[in-house]
């Protein structure tokens, strides 16, 4: 089976802190998503990656950078955490042109 | 830029029913793909179904099954003999064949099955 994990499954953060999301995958995907999921607005991507070292922003990437430096793993950064970062985010990870994986999500809280 | 809409933010359904969840979306390209998402209370999203827009033939999953109208750019998803266990949010997804690997996602459906 897949495995995709994520590093907390709830995170309660103060605004101004830096924030280190990390999700690691073990089927040897070349392809890893970070999306954010709130109420009413479905899914949004932040960023992904097709590659080590490779990223490409998706539809939200303001506030946020990201980091691969291992194929298995992407971490989202929040470098200076609002409280409008306030969510749960999912991680995802997929073969190029195939089905995508969901991890568990981390619900973050920004106070 | 593709969008996909789901008009129906919560659906319904007694255990052992039927019920369709709607979907329609927007796009200029001829290949693509589209998907079902279900992501049950506090667990991971998984997928249901996909199908592929070049293909007729409307794709089944057990007791899942699309209708896909090209023309109609509509993608509705049925589900036979609810269980319980269906209880979940539902999204309708759309990837294009060529270009970014991004799924365009709806704002979703939540499912309530009904004993």
């Known amino acids: 089976d897949v495995k995709v994990t994520q590093s907390s499954r709830y995170l309660v953060k103060r605004t101004g802190e830096k924030v280190f999301l990390e999700c690691v995958q073990d089927m040897d995907h070349e392809n890893m998503f970070w999306y954010r999921q709130d109420p009413g607005l479905g899914l949004r991507l932040i960023y992904f990656s097709y590659d080590v070292k490779m990223k490409e922003k998706g539809d939200i990437p303001e506030g946020y950078s990201v980091s691969r430096e291992k194929k298995e793993r992407f971490s989202l950064i929040l470098e200076s955490a609002s409280t409008n970062q306030t969510s749960m985010y999912l991680c995802?990870?997929?073969?190029?042109?195939?089905?995508?994986?969901f991890g568990p999500g981390t619900r973050l809280t920004v106070t | 830029a593709q969008t996909v809409t789901q008009s129906q933010p919560e659906m319904s359904v007694q255990e052992a029913e039927t019920v369709t969840l709607s979907c329609t979306y927007d796009?200029?390209?001829?290949?693509?793909?589209l998907f079902w998402y279900k992501q049950p209370p506090s667990r991971q999203m998984i997928l249901v179904i996909r199908?592929?827009?070049?293909?007729?033939q409307n794709a089944t999953e057990n007791r899942f099954s699309v209708n896909f109208q090209k023309a109609a750019k509509s993608f509705s998803l049925k589900i036979s003999d609810s269980q319980l266990g269906d209880a979940a949010m539902y999204f309708c997804a759309y990837r294009s064949e060529g270009g970014s690997e991004k799924l365009v996602f709806g704002k979703g459906t939540k499912l309530t099955v009904n004993p």
């Open positions: 995802a990870s997929s073969f190029f042109r195939d089905e995508q994986y």
């Open positions: 796009t200029s390209e001829s290949d693509y793909y």
């Open positions: 199908q592929e827009a070049y293909k007729q």
